[in-house]
Each structure stands twice: as C-alpha cells, then as structure tokens.
C-alpha cells in the first residue's frame, strides 16, 4: 500500500480510503465498517477494517487503529505530540468512541450516525466523559469526535453500506459460533503504508517483554 498525501480540509477525500477498508471486509463476510488513519501532513499512515466472522469477535476498525496510534507512540514509532486524524465510515460505538478519546491528540471524523443501533445510542455516545472534556480543551474547545464534513454522494455511501451488509453479517454470526480463528492481536488487521511500522513496534514490545524476564 503506497502513502498518500491528503488535503485534511477535503474530508470527502480522507473518507475515501476509509471505504476502501469498509469494502475489502464485507468481501471477507464482514460489517461494513472501515477506517483510515492519518498524520499532521496528511500521510495516510494505515488502514483497518472491522473484525467478525474471521476473528470470532466484533472489533471495529478504529479500534485497531487507535491501538495502533497508542502503541506506535508508546514504541517511538509515532512523535507524541503530533495530532492525527482517524476517519471512519461508521459512528463509533460507546466502547470504540472511549477507545478513540483516551488517545491525546487524535480527531475522529465519522460517516454515518449510527440510529439503528438503538433508539437511546446517539444520546450515550454524545454524553462527554472528563476525559474528553479535556480533549476537547487540547483542541481549542473544539469536538474530538463528531461527523465528517461529507458530501451527500459521499455520505450515503457510508450509510448505504452498513445498511446493506449489516444483517446478512447477523445472521452468519448466528450460525456460526465454532471454528473461528481465534483473536490475538488487533494489529494483525491494521494495514499500514510504511511496511516498517508494526515490525518496529513489535520489536519494541518484544524487547520490552524480555526486560521484564
């Protein structure tokens, strides 16, 4: 996967390959959910797609990124103090949305609201914990989490999406419950551009897992 550059104003665009990931898991029977993760320039640093039916679990795909950003800063990977922008086609649930705001100096832009997820969802995922409020203090007052600036066109896509692969995902999870591959590690479905960043930073968990023997 080759890094691109992206205008971070053109939001449209950042969503892009955010869809791109949403594809590439339903045609591995997955939610129609994907995201993209970008630096201060706007690199596009990697890619993830939501887990279910190969992972035996439900992770959506920006978990894995911001996993990815935690751990990347944690090794040295990633500067600190830089802020990245995650883009998802998907409003992050209340789990992934707590996932996301733990991470300093990351912007969540989403594509479509989740209301089918339940009728009392948009009123807990907006409900702001301390920490983000103090999120929201680092970005000058402005929200850490809110819907992408999108065009129509571009909106529906993301909308359409998981309104058409969502079910068919149910009822496969429904019937199939043995025989998954069993779930280890969340970066195994984080694509990145620069194919030295997961070995650099499992090289750092390695070392430090050995400094603890």
């Not at 449209?12 to 339903?26: G, I, T």
């Not at 990977?77 to 990245?84: G, Q, S, Y």
Request: with cysteine.
């Amino acid at each position: 996967m080759t890094a691109q550059v992206y205008d971070l104003r053109d939001e449209d665009s950042l969503m892009q390959p955010a869809l791109a990931a949403a594809a590439k898991a339903v045609s591995l029977h997955n939610y129609f959910i994907g995201g993209a993760l970008f630096d201060s320039a706007g690199h596009l640093v990697a890619q993830a797609y939501g887990a279910t039916v190969i992972a035996g679990e439900i992770f959506h795909g920006e978990t894995q990124l911001a996993v990815l950003l935690r751990a990347g800063r944690a090794s040295g990977v990633f500067p600190v103090d830089e802020w990245f922008t995650l883009v998802t086609t998907l409003q992050p649930c209340p789990q992934c949305r707590q996932i996301c705001i733990q991470q300093k100096k990351l912007l969540v832009l989403y594509g479509a609201p989740t209301p089918t997820s339940g009728a009392e969802l948009g009123d807990l995922l907006e409900t702001y914990t301390n920490t983000e409020k103090r999120r929201i203090e680092e970005n000058d007052g402005q929200p850490v989490v809110r819907p992408a600036n999108l065009s129509a066109v571009v909106r529906q896509q993301c909308v359409e999406g998981h309104r058409q692969h969502r079910n068919p995902v149910l009822r496969v999870l429904d019937e199939v419950s043995m025989g998954l591959m069993p779930f280890t590690d969340l970066l195994e479905l984080v694509e990145t551009t620069d194919p030295t960043v997961i070995p650099r930073i499992r090289a750092f968990q390695d070392k430090r897992r050995g400094e603890r023997v």
